[in-house]
């Protein structure tokens, strides 16, 4: 069964930089675009970016573009998202979620949270 | 990349049936069949109820229906029960490549 499991998290300072992972199984994770997706508290969830099956097109929200950055390693089936100048707005349960065969969110894990503090 | 618009909260009796509905643009919803519902509930990651406007993954109940007309998107729960008091997006991709969440609607089964 597909298997998402991200790491990572915590509590960080306002400014640092955060590299966040999610470990993948259960699927052929080169073959499918993943993406990260976040959800601050009491909040809806929110788009960040998304990478293609080999990692040669990422896109991004406009609200992380420059600062936020998607890669993956598909020889370690591992996606990951790196931080810069973290806010307190950065605070959020952060997902990794896969593609189906189109261009749609199938599955999600089960998120890793990350607290920035002043 | 302005958020999908749904209603904030919808509630029902069980056994009722309830639609939420999921606006966006000509440059989203209304452009792609690639129109996504996931069910939250409190502390757990999204799961997938529809995918491509109206098709169910195996396993989720026959309850749940979408479809689509123009820019909006709608989700449709018949037979109420308890446990679909949750939350409730709807997602979809844009010409832009990226996805766009709507603002989510929260379900209260009275």
């Known amino acids: 069964q597909v298997q998402l499991v991200e790491s990572g998290g915590g509590v960080v300072q306002s400014g640092r930089s955060l590299r966040l992972s999610c470990t993948a199984s259960g699927f052929t994770f080169s073959a499918r675009g993943m993406h990260w997706v976040r959800q601050a508290p009491g909040k809806g969830l929110e788009w960040l970016a998304v990478t293609s099956y080999d990692g040669s097109e990422k896109y991004y929200a406009d609200s992380v573009k420059g600062r936020f950055t998607i890669s993956r390693d598909n020889s370690k089936n591992t996606l990951y998202l790196q931080i810069n100048s973290l806010r307190a707005e950065d605070t959020a349960v952060y997902y990794c979620?896969?593609?189906?065969?189109?261009?749609?969110?199938?599955?999600w894990g089960q998120g890793t949270l990350v607290t920035v503090s002043s | 990349q302005s958020a999908l618009t749904q209603p904030a909260s919808v509630s029902g009796s069980p056994g009722q049936s309830i639609a939420i509905s999921c606006t966006g643009t000509?440059?989203?919803?209304?452009?792609?069949?690639?129109v996504s519902w996931y069910q939250q509930h409190p502390g757990k990651a999204p799961k997938l109820l529809i995918y491509?406007?109206?098709n169910r993954p195996s396993g989720v109940s026959d309850r749940f229906s979408g479809s689509k007309s123009g820019n909006t998107a709608s989700l449709t729960i018949s037979g109420l029960q308890a446990e679909d008091e949750a939350d409730y997006y709807c997602?979809?991709?844009?010409?832009?490549?990226?996805?766009?969440f709507g603002g989510g609607t929260k379900l209260t089964v009275l």
């Open positions: 979620a896969k593609d189906t065969t189109t261009p749609q969110i199938d599955y």
């Open positions: 000509s440059s989203d919803v209304g452009a792609y069949d690639y």
């Open positions: 997602c979809s991709y844009t010409s832009s490549v990226t996805r766009v």
């Open positions: 491509g406007v109206s």
